[in-house]
């Protein structure tokens, strides 16, 4: 794509920017009104401590970052409630750089972990997170937005809690370095496989397994708009393999992303060993 302009990273302040900010809500997540973060509550937010920051082209709001303050366990976080990027700039790494930035800012006020939540059907996001920030995870989320109006929602809002922490030696080696290295599920340890034709296949856990593997579609998108029951039966089956998991103490540790029989595959790693967090 010719750019007109080089793209900049801000933060947001001005009413018109907010402006900007709740018509991108609704493009990218293709909600109605109602579900719509508005200017009049961002901008007291902004003022308590909220972070806003933006990714421009010229004037052009092309993505943008939502956090606010809060407390887990008495001490302070940042809780990351959205960060959304226009498709045609989704191959540009604007979603890592606006998390970078929101990281600069956290440290830069002593806060030194911040909190989101997204959809583990989603293998792109999970790439993000797990893979080039660094995230764990030891909460699911069943359907934690109820029903909205957005069609990135007809499978269900069941929703991952991951956990970012900013002085880690994990999180400072993934984002100075290349992502790991791809690995495969083992059969021995896999809680949940892609099958044939992409059907969900479950298998029991085995708590004598340091490490279980979760294994998601790779387009979960697409899916929903070719054969909604089966994404929903996706998220059946990850609920599924997902809460036994966590309850029983293991954590999402990791994510990597695979070709197999032509379909591309997502897999978690959940582990009980918390020596690198």
């Known amino acids: ?22 018509e991108l809500q609704r493009e990218i997540w293709d ?3 109602l579900e719509v973060l508005p200017s009049l509550a961002l901008i007291p937010l902004l003022d308590i401590g909220g972070v806003l ?3 421009y082209e010229g ?3 092309i993505g943008f970052v939502l956090g606010f303050p809060g407390f887990e366990a008495g001490k302070p976080i940042l809780h990351s409630d959205m960060l959304a990027v226009k498709p045609a700039y989704r191959s540009e790494g604007l979603g890592y750089k606006l998390k970078l930035a929101q990281r600069q800012v956290a440290l830069a006020n002593g806060i030194e972990k911040i909190t989101w939540t997204f959809d583990p059907l989603q293998s792109a996001n999970a790439h993000l997170n797990f893979g080039k920030l660094g995230v764990i995870a030891d909460r699911y989320k069943i359907n934690y937005y109820g029903e909205t109006s957005s069609s990135l929602h007809r499978a269900g809002t069941d929703r991952l809690w991951v956990s970012w922490l900013l002085k880690s030696e994990r999180v400072q080696s993934r984002i100075s ?15 949940l496989k892609v099958g044939e034709g992409v059907e969900p296949v479950s298998c029991s856990l085995d708590k004598r397994n340091a490490s279980v593997t979760i294994e998601i579609p790779g387009d979960i998108n697409g899916m ?3 054969d909604i029951k089966l994404a929903r039966r996706w998220r059946e089956a990850t609920r599924a393999a997902f809460t036994p998991a966590l309850a029983a103490n293991y954590f999402v540790k990791d994510f990597s992303r695979t070709t197999r029989d032509e379909q591309q595959v997502g ?4 582990t009980m060993n918390r020596n690198d967090e």
């Open 177 to 191: 370095s290349e992502p790991i290295p791809p690995f495969v599920s083992d059969d021995r340890s896999n809680l």
């Open 53 to 55: 920051i933006g990714a």
């Open 267 to 270: 897999v978690y790693l959940l």
């Open 31 to 33: 909600c109605s009104d």
């Open 224 to 226: 929903m708009k070719a």
């Open 1 to 22: 794509m010719v750019r007109n302009s080089p793209i900049q990273i801000r933060p947001i302040h001005k009413l018109v920017e907010l402006k900007a900010v709740e």
């Open 59 to 61: 004037e052009t709001l």
